[in-house]
């Protein structure tokens, strides 16, 4: 198990470890193609592993690294501490560092989400039941909990940012700028807002 220690903060974060989890998977390949190529390890759930498994793309399934199968017909994936406590850990804090240690949670600095298709449900007049079952709540958890940490873990909601992502990544030997995380955290934030008031109407 890897030792974490405190570092100086900077104004970029380095991406070493990866969760991908998507439902629209356009572009996902190339994404995590780069990421592979550039050493990063890519963890994975549910279909988006099956995915980038069957595309020979090197994923470590989530279910086998936290121990904890997936269950409730894949209500539950993702929810577990091992997951989010590498997510929302502040890099910056040795008390934060000692428990992931003591409690063998790796760190991850990149989390790719984007949420199950509630609105194109609801609007393709899916039964009542088929509506509930497209409430997204992994994905929200993921999002919010990586784009609180934006100081520290970068959030990708949608597609279109891969290419700018790549670019940065491509410039600064595998760093994004932490003022590029706010930008992305904001968008997150301004997308899981959207997602809630179309299941709020």
Sequence with gaps: MKIYKTKELSN???????????FDKTNILGIAKFLTNQNIEIYSSGGTYKHLEENNIKV??????????????????????KIHGGILAKRNSSKHLKELNKNKINLIDLVIVNLYPFKKTVASKSSFKQCIENIDIGGPTLI??????????VTITNPNDYEKFIGQMKKDKNYISKKT????ASKAFNEISLYDMDISD
């Design 181 to 184: 995380s706010l930008e992305l």
């Design 144 to 153: 919010r909990a990586s784009a609180k940490n934006f100081e520290f873990v």
């Design 12 to 22: 970029k974060i380095k991406i070493k470890k990866a969760l991908i989890s998507v």
């Design 60 to 81: 470590i399934d989530i279910s086998k690294y936290t121990n904890s199968p997936e269950i409730l017909d894949g209500r539950v994936k993702t929810l577990h501490p």
